[in-house]
């Protein structure tokens, strides 16, 4: 069983693609904003909300696990490098990312080439006026804009409104979205559950758990693999209970339908990961883990 999507490869690649259209900013004077404060100004009402942190990514040697992937590959992504001098594998720290309704918000966090980056800009047709620059991505409707929040952070959003990155100068009511003590982590709303985008196998997992409040995913490094932590908060310990229920029920179906085929769980792809899923209900929350294996990321990369 593979997967049709590639995860972990779309997550860095978030970075890779809203980086392409920034250029022309200018720094700002201000104490720097924690990840929290940051969370505020994303619009993550029905979003799916991803957070990368590229540092310790780096630190944990799980980044560089992209060299010589078919991410670097990439021709219209090496242009962009050699152009722009900017590569997220050197450069980004982190990345805060709204998949929104509306459009794509971006908070990114790094080191910057600003007068390569400008000079990208103006080669694609794109302008500045004052702070706020603005540049037509691969589609009409696809409308970049971009400014400075504070020195090494910029806000970017793809949208059809050509000024949506304004909505991220200032906070928004509060959400009550947790933030998970993870490099990796995903907010993910009741749609994208419902969804028929997920990768083969995921659905049925996806369904036990459409009527939660909240549901966030993180990968954390684990020795020398990762570990997905699942973290569900539901309306009341029954349904917690329920929904733990469901999982469980799930993955045990998942190796028993393996087993009937005369095939065992291969950790290299997707059928490895979801059989050795465990989980438990404590309280309104339903918490689920699932060991990934270096050689499954690997293969997700391509290498």
Not at 53 to 61: E, T
Not at 86 to 92: C, E, N, S, T
Not at 236 to 262: G, K, Y
Request: proline fraction near 6%; charged fraction near 25%.
């Amino acid at each position: 069983m593979s997967p049709k999507l590639r995860p972990w490869q779309l997550i860095v690649l978030i970075a890779v693609l809203c980086a392409a259209a920034v250029g022309g900013v200018v720094w700002h004077r201000a104490g720097a904003l924690t990840t929290a404060a940051l969370l505020k100004r994303l619009p993550t009402e029905d979003a799916l909300v991803v957070y990368v942190d590229f540092s310790a990514l780096r630190r944990a040697g799980i980044l560089q696990l992209l060299d010589g992937s078919k991410t670097g590959e990439d021709p219209d992504y090496q242009t962009f490098v050699r152009r722009a001098n900017l590569d997220y594998q050197r450069d980004l720290d982190t990345a805060l990312v709204a998949f929104a309704p509306t459009g794509k918000f971006m908070l990114l966090r790094g080191r910057f080439d600003w007068d390569s980056l400008r000079a990208y800009v103006a080669a694609e047709h794109g302008r500045c006026e004052g702070s706020l620059c603005r540049v037509v991505g691969s589609a009409a409707e696809r409308r970049i804009s971009f400014f400075p929040l504070q020195a090494g952070l910029m806000a970017l959003a793809v949208s059809p409104d050509a000024s949506a990155a304004l909505r991220l100068r200032t906070p928004v009511p509060a959400t009550d979205l947790e933030l998970p003590d993870a490099p990796i982590w995903l907010s993910i709303p009741g749609a994208v559950l419902r969804g028929e985008s997920l990768p083969t196998g995921t659905r049925p997992f996806a369904r036990s758990m459409e009527r939660a409040r909240s549901v966030t995913l993180s990968f954390v490094p684990e020795g020398n693999r990762l570990a997905a932590r699942l973290n569900v908060r539901c309306v009341d310990e029954r349904d917690a209970v329920q929904v733990a229920s469901q999982l469980s029920d799930t993955t045990n179906l998942l190796r028993s339908l393996i087993e009937r085929e005369h095939q065992k769980p291969n950790p290299a792809d997707l059928s490895g990961v979801l059989t050795a899923g465990a989980f438990r209900s404590e309280g309104r929350r339903v918490i689920g883990y699932w060991p990934i294996e270096r050689v499954f990321v690997e293969n997700l990369l391509g290498r």
